[in-house]
T-cell receptor, first 111, second 118 residues
């Protein structure tokens, strides 16, 4: 059974700090998503990656397929980055791209 | 704006009442999904539709039914609501495109429906 685990569950940072959120999964995947959810809000897809590294603004996502591990980094964090960050894997061999979700990391960035 | 539209955004039901959550996407995606989100748990798949005309059970289908009305619309019905169905419900749609760097599963979520069953 594929399981997705995130760490930490909760994270508090000061504005400007470099932040790392980790995600590990137990079986082979074809892709991994990083999602962002603001309190009471909808879910937005930040990245989808199947290898290597992707960057968008202050956000960087990396994945190591062999180690079954991915990280989301936020550089120069800002209070507007406060949200729940969720990783979700797409298992290999699925007939359709059903995601398996981690439980999320609640990030609070204080000014 | 292109995306996934869910209605209603909020709903309170009494135990035993029925209701239908509506979802529509205008991105020409083939696959659509219904998830529920509960505190302390990751999103869990209720039902999905890989393509128009097909539907399949996900991880937690009991107490729900779905209809893929056409390519755009995928509805979720609660026939007899129970307090255990109090949750936030998300509809999503996706495509599957192959690019040089690998498969891209374009994935878009609706804004959610907060349902309370009393």
């Amino acid at each position: 059974k594929n399981e997705v685990e995130q760490s930490p569950q909760n994270l508090t940072a000061q504005e400007g700090e470099f932040i790392t959120i980790n995600c590990s999964y137990s079986v082979g995947i074809s892709a991994l998503h990083w999602l962002q959810q603001h309190p009471g809000g909808g879910i937005v897809s930040l990245f989808m990656l199947s290898s290597g590294k992707k960057k968008h603004g202050r956000l960087i996502a990396t994945i190591n397929i062999q180690e079954k591990h991915s990280s989301l980094h936020i550089t120069a964090s800002h209070p507007r980055d406060s949200a729940v960050y969720i990783c979700a894997s797409v298992p290999l061999g699925g007939a359709t791209n059903k995601l398996i979700f981690g439980t999320g990391t609640l990030l609070a960035v204080q000014p | 704006n292109a995306g996934v539209t869910q209605t209603p955004k909020f709903q309170v039901l009494k135990t035993g009442q029925s209701m239908t959550l509506q979802c529509a996407q205008d991105m020409n995606h083939n696959s659509m999904y219904w998830y529920r989100q509960d505190p302390g748990m990751g999103l869990r798949l209720i039902y999905y539709s890989a393509s128009e005309g097909t539907t399949d059970k996900g991880e937690v289908p009991n107490g729900y039914n779905v209809s893929r009305l056409n390519k755009r619309e995928f509805s979720l019905r609660l026939e007899s609501a129970a307090p255990s169905q109090t949750s936030v419900y998300f509809c999503a749609s996706s495509t599957k495109r192959y690019r040089g760097e690998g498969t891209n599963y374009g994935y878009t979520f609706g804004s959610g429906t907060r349902l309370t069953v009393v």
